[in-house]
């Protein structure tokens, strides 16, 4: 069945740690993309990607990276966790052609 | 700057009522609009577009340019229609949403 999958959704991390936030989609979509939402804020776009090898950040500066080495694959990395970086993560993925965009479950990471 | 606005993060309302949840933006051109659903736990969801101009479980949504708003009405709200919406904008010739804050319609029995 054709889905977005995220994983872990749910992470408790020390300060200091390398984490990656999966993010994989069986869509057959070109376009994918990393949101970041903290608690009754808006959805801020802060990478995607429009094919393999394409990245670029978004409107929302984040000292996370991500990299499109799959079409189905787009994992976002954080070198070294902080408690800033403390927020719900979504990903989202699109075909392009009617601008919808299909949601993941998202990831709610804590960096204590 | 490009911007949605959703001045509402609460809309409580009773079954049978009308329901308009306000989305002003500010963007110099024309952009697309949209309306997107979260339903209590699922996944955050397309509602309805501005440009296929369709009505989606009773759900309508104008664009008024004049007041550069895109409220999202329905005439006669259900229990079931209880959700967080947000309103969102894309940039002409970008596929990039900007999204508001959000607003949570409750509806009581």
């Known amino acids: 069945e054709a889905d977005i999958y995220q994983t872990p959704r749910y992470l408790v991390i020390g300060t200091g740690k390398k984490i990656t936030l999966e993010c994989s989609q069986t869509m057959g979509h070109d376009k994918m993309y990393w949101y970041q939402q903290d608690p009754g804020m808006e959805l801020h776009l802060i990478h995607y990607?429009?094919?393999?090898?394409?990245?670029e950040k978004g409107d929302l500066s984040s000292e996370s990276t991500v990299s499109r080495i799959r079409t189905e694959h787009f994992p976002l990395t954080l070198e070294s966790a902080r408690p800033s970086h403390t927020s719900q993560y979504l990903c989202?993925?699109?075909?392009?052609?009617?601008?919808?965009?299909?949601f993941g479950p998202g990831t709610r990471l804590t960096v204590l | 700057a490009q911007r949605v606005t959703q001045p509402e993060k609460l809309l409580s309302v009773f079954k049978g009522a009308p329901v308009e949840l306000k989305c002003n933006y500010s963007y110099s051109g024309s952009p697309e609009l949209f309306w997107y659903v979260q339903y209590s736990r699922q996944r955050l969801q397309l509602l309805l577009r501005?440009?296929s101009r369709e009505s989606i479980k009773g759900f309508t949504a104008d664009l008024n340019k004049g007041e550069t708003s895109f409220h999202l009405k329905k005439p006669f709200a259900q229990e079931e229609d209880s959700a967080m919406y947000y309103c969102?904008?894309?940039?002409?010739?970008?596929?990039?949403?900007?999204f508001g804050t959000g607003t949570r319609l409750q509806v009581f029995p």
């Open positions: 990607s429009y094919g393999v090898n394409s990245t």
């Open positions: 501005h440009i």
């Open positions: 989202a993925s699109s075909d392009g052609s009617i601008n919808e965009q299909f």
């Open positions: 969102a904008l894309s940039p002409l010739n970008t596929d990039k949403l900007i």
